[in-house]
Nanobody, 123 residues
Framework: VQLQASGGGLAQPGGSLTLSCAVS????????MGWFRQPPGKAREFVAA????????EYADSVKGWFTASRDPAGYVVCLQMDNLKPEDTATYYC?????????????????WGQGTQVTVSS
């Protein structure tokens, strides 16, 4: 199983970045995907989750209205559009795969993880 996250980098406050996560080799017919982040010196936290069809989504309150998750029709690429970035969005962002029923916000539900991509928001 490979989850390849990309798109991280440096952005100014108020700016935008789009993260992508390409998935291959998952041994399930359908699966949900999530985005998590780990700010410097803090625990990893939930950001967004999207189920297989791409129709059901959930966001952390801290990013709701600013971040948008989406999924390609085939289900193998998930994106996270991040707008109006703030310094507190600085973190390593991870994509992950789960196969439970329903949207999952707890990282313990996720079985496969990408390597992480760094997002830094600073002027």
């Amino acid at each position: 199983v490979q989850l390849q996250a990309s798109g991280g980098g440096l952005a100014q406050p108020g700016g935008s970045l789009t993260l992508s996560c390409a998935v291959s080799g998952v041994p399930f017919n359908s699966y949900g995907m999530g985005w998590f982040r780990q700010p410097p010196g803090k625990a990893r936290e939930f950001v967004a989750a999207i189920e297989w069809s791409g129709l059901a989504l959930e966001y952390a309150d801290s990013v709701k209205g600013w971040f948008t998750a989406s999924r390609d029709p085939a289900g193998y690429v998930v994106c996270l559009q991040m707008d109006n970035l703030k310094p507190e969005d600085t973190a390593t962002y991870y994509c992950a795969v789960e196969r439970r029923v329903g949207i999952q916000t707890n990282e313990s539900a996720y079985e496969y993880w990408g390597q992480g991509t760094q997002v830094t928001v600073s002027s």
